[in-house]
């Protein structure tokens, strides 16, 4: 069964970066997509971005497009999500994921298309 554990969230002023990391364990990435998603409060959960293990493709929300940037490390078993210009309404908890079945292309932007969760990380965007 594999385990997924996020980290780099935190707070950040308008404008700056951060990089989250999505660490695997009890199994590889290999043939499954990886989503980040993100929940701000009151809101219901949305897709951010994925990438595709089997193409190296990636795919985003528009609402992040050109700002985010998803990658993936084969060996440390990790995705990481580089968050640059952020604003305010970026601000929520972002989970990575799963897909729940391997190879789909385009990656499912719909959180029930994915069924393993990490335990999330809060990016906070404030002056």
């Known amino acids: 069964q594999v385990q997924l554990v996020e980290s780099g969230g935190g707070l950040v002023q308008p404008g700056g970066s951060l990089r989250l990391s999505c660490a695997a364990s009890?199994?590889?990435?290999?043939?499954?997509?990886i989503g980040w998603f993100r929940q701000a409060p009151g809101k219901e959960r949305e897709f951010v971005a994925a990438?595709?293990?089997?193409?190296?493709?990636?795919y985003y929300a528009d609402s992040v497009k050109g700002r985010f940037t998803i990658s993936g490390d084969n060996a440390k078993n990790t995705v990481y999500l580089q968050m640059n210009s952020l604003k305010p309404e970026d601000t929520a908890v972002y989970y990575c994921?799963?897909?729940?079945?391997?190879?789909?292309?385009?990656?499912?932007?719909?959180?029930?298309?994915?069924?393993?969760w990490g335990q999330g990380t809060q990016v906070t965007v404030s002056s």
């Open positions: 994921a799963t897909d729940r079945l391997p190879r789909r292309l385009p990656p499912p932007v719909g959180a029930n298309e994915y069924d393993t």
């Open positions: 990438i595709s293990w089997a193409s190296g493709s990636a």
């Open positions: 009890g199994r590889t990435f290999s043939k499954y997509n």
